[in-house]
């Protein structure tokens, strides 16, 4: 096991989420849901998830945590994406002693324990892509995307080089559009920028509101 990491644990309820973005973005959320007592926190990175959950299990107010949230952008494959939360969190529970995490058996529902443990894959539970690959559905099939559609198509055809990430890229130029640009989808949910209400969302609200 690496070196263990030094944790604060300000509220019962911690939301550990993959980066900076996701940070900002679940923070905004939590507000427009006038949700209490969650602390979110920025695991950085998968390859410092294990690490950063030892922090949390060997944190001395880690007995007064009630729910434990995780949060991680499927990539390739959301299953792929939710059996490696599972295994981190069996390998915390072999490691150390007197430790049981619950381990969620599925993507979306609390596993009850204490703390309760819940994880929440993005877009969803079996589709591959990120944050932003959700994002990208709040202004699908309008009127903005398909004008984001003829840029990408001139853009590409100028330069002839594929786009590698274009979820991120269509959310990125999606802000463009807004009336105060910004280049971190993050910021902008911060400003109001993502409708919380809509329905691509769903399963993100029921996934917070039960945490």
Known sequence: MEKETR??????????VEGKDQQNFFQAFVRYLSLRHIQVQDFKGVSQFRDFLLGIVSNT???????LGIVRDAERSAQSAFQSIQDSIKYINNDIDDVNLAVPTKAGERQDGNPGVSVLILPDESS???????????????EVDRCIDDFFECA????????????KARAFAY????????????????QGV????H?????????????
């Open 7 to 16: 944790i604060d644990l300000k509220e019962p309820k911690q939301l550990l």
């Open 61 to 67: 107010d880690f007995d007064s945590m009630t729910s």
């Open 128 to 142: 591959p892509g990120m944050l932003e690959t959700l994002l990208c559905r709040t202004f699908r099939d309008s």
């Open 156 to 167: 590409q055809a100028a330069s002839n080089a594929p786009i590698t990430n274009l979820d």
């Open 175 to 190: 802000l463009t559009t807004t009336p105060n640009p910004r280049h971190s989808v993050g910021v902008a949910a911060q």
């Open 194 to 197: 993502w409708d919380f209400d």
């Open 199 to 211: 329905e691509a969302f769903e399963e993100v609200r029921d996934f917070l509101m039960a945490l």
